[in-house]
T-cell receptor, first 114, second 112 residues
Framework: AQSVTQPDIHITVSEGASLELRCNYS??????LFWYVQSPGQGLQLLLK??????LVQGIKGFEAEFKRSQSSFNLRKPSVHWSDAAEYFC????????????FGTGTQLKVEL | EAGVVQSPRYKIIEKKQPVAFWCNPI?????LYWYLQNLGQGPELLIR????????DSQLPKDRFSAERLKGVDSTLKIQPAELGDSAVYLC??????????FGPGTRLTVL
């Protein structure tokens, strides 16, 4: 069965600093990969997704992620963090032929210091 | 375009009481999902509908949980009776042909 690991439970960065959130997945074939963001009391919003093709994926709000098959990773990056980026971030994996079933990681809580 | 609508947003009940959550997906989305999100965890799929058919309910605790999507549009998730461990956020999502899932704001359930 597929699984997702987000090793960092909490991350604190200063506003304007760069950000990288780690995500490792376990799946035997090429997965579909997603990053979602969840603000307090809100549902999840899709930031970006990888299905195939270019391994560097651009998303909304200035985020990008890179799929590295050799490392089974799909890390999320942003060159300059804004205070409004403070939220919880979830990485998810979907499997081919899995009926769009997503398996989520446990999330990384991002705090932004002004 | 309206997003996924869920109600109520918050619910507090005593254990052993029944509770129901309602979800209205994005118009035209045939696939509807119910997820459970415990505190500090990612969402876990409970059930997935394709139109009115439940095609994946393997993670739904069927002794106390039930769901329906009678006309293939809105859906109801029910717990009867509720237990203390059911306190969580219940998320509904829907997707169309491109399989991108859109999430509602969730219902936060507290069982006392």
């Amino acid at each position: 069965a597929q699984s997702v690991t987000q090793p960092d439970i909490h991350i604190t960065v200063s506003e304007g600093a760069s950000l990288e959130l780690r995500c490792n997945y376990s799946y035997g074939a090429t997965p579909y990969l997603f990053w979602y963001v969840q603000s307090p009391g809100q549902g999840l919003q899709l930031l970006l997704k990888y299905f195939s093709g270019d391994t560097l994926v651009q998303g909304i709000k200035g985020f990008e992620a890179e799929f590295k098959r050799s490392q089974s990773s799909f890390n999320l990056r942003k060159p300059s963090v804004h205070w409004s980026d403070a939220a919880e971030y979830f990485c998810a994996v979907g499997i081919t032929g899995g009926g769009n079933k997503l398996t989520f990681g446990t999330g990384t809580q991002l705090k932004v210091e002004l | 375009e309206a997003g996924v609508v869920q109600s109520p947003r918050y619910k507090i009940i005593e254990k052993k009481q029944p509770v129901a959550f309602w979800c209205n997906p994005i118009s035209g989305h045939n696939t509807l999902y119910w997820y459970l999100q415990n505190l500090g965890q990612g969402p876990e799929l409970l059930i997935r509908y394709e139109n009115e058919e439940a095609v994946d309910d393997s993670q739904l605790p069927k002794d106390r949980f039930s769901a329906e999507r009678l006309k293939g549009v809105d859906s109801t998730l029910k717990i009867q009776p509720a237990e203390l461990g059911d306190s969580a956020v219940y998320l509904c999502a829907s997707s169309g042909q491109n399989n991108e899932q859109f999430f509602g704001p969730g219902t936060r359930l507290t069982v006392l």
